[in-house]
Nanobody
Framework: EVQLAESGGDSVQTGGSLKLSCAGS????????IGWFRQAPGKEREGIAC?????????YAESIVKGRFTISSDSDKNTVYLQMVNLEPDDTAVYYC??????????????????????WGQGVQVAVFS
């Protein structure tokens, strides 16, 4: 059974940093692309970044990331990370990681963040206060 578990959420001041982790089980990381998403109260969920540990490809939603977030993976730990720096109050949201099969990632010509991610974690809260 594929499972994803996020950790690392916290409350930080504006300008602070956090590193979120997404630990996967029940699958091999190279068979999937892992994406990070977030949903703020009253807003739609939005994609932030995704990574393919199979070929090292990374994709960012630059309008959100603005050069502040970095996605990475550790295949030995079956874990994907989202390092966030220079956080702003608008970054306050529940952050989720999700998995989609690598084959779909290879086949898409659109943003990989728009793919039908099949498995989702439970989410972690990130709060940024001024």
């Amino acid at each position: 059974e594929v499972q994803l578990a996020e950790s690392g959420g916290d409350s930080v001041q504006t300008g602070g940093s956090l590193k979120l982790s997404c630990a996967g089980s029940g699958f091999t990381l190279s068979d999937y692309v892992i994406g990070w998403f977030r949903q703020a109260p009253g807003k739609e969920r939005e994609g932030i970044a995704c990574i393919s540990s199979s070929d090292g490809a990374r994709y960012y939603a630059e309008s959100i990331v603005k050069g502040r977030f970095t996605i990475s993976s550790d295949s030995d730990k079956n874990t994907v990370y989202l390092q966030m720096v220079n956080l702003e109050p608008d970054d306050t949201a529940v952050y989720y990681c999700a998995a989609v099969r690598y084959a779909l990632f290879r086949a898409t010509v659109n943003s990989p963040l728009l793919l039908p991610y099949e498995y989702w974690g439970q989410g972690v809260q990130v709060a940024v206060f001024s």
